[in-house]
Nanobody
């Protein structure tokens, strides 16, 4: 069973920075798209940023210029560097990956979520 393990969340002041990491492991043949979603209290989960295996990226408008997504294909790991954080960035951040398993099944997998709180 594929596992996605996130790390790097926490409490940060407005204007600060955080870096999230998500490592995928077990039964992985290859990974297509990887991404980050977030869900604030009382709101729907929204896409924050995605990155293809070739390195093409896309961001939700509200984080463009402040967040950077990257990945290390050799380590099956995706990162989200978040800068100039605002209180409205407060949410649980979830990692996502489209994985082709060693049995050649394509499926989407989610991490457990990591809390990011931006507050003074």
């Amino acid at each position: 069973q594929v596992q996605l393990v996130e790390s790097g969340g926490g409490l940060v002041q407005p204007g600060g920075s955080l870096r999230l990491s998500c490592a995928a492991s077990r039964s992985i043949f290859s990974i297509n798209v990887m991404g980050w979603y977030r869900q604030a209290p009382g709101k729907q989960r929204e896409l924050v940023a995605v990155i293809t295996s070739g390195g093409t990226t896309n961001y939700v408008r509200s984080v463009k210029g402040r967040f950077t997504i990257s990945r290390d294909n050799a380590k099956n790991t995706v990162y989200l560097q978040m800068s100039s954080l605002k209180p409205e960035d407060t949410a649980v951040y979830y990692c996502y990956a489209d994985v082709i398993t060693t049995t050649h099944t394509l499926a989407g997998y989610w991490g457990q979520g990591t809390q990011v709180t931006v507050s003074s």
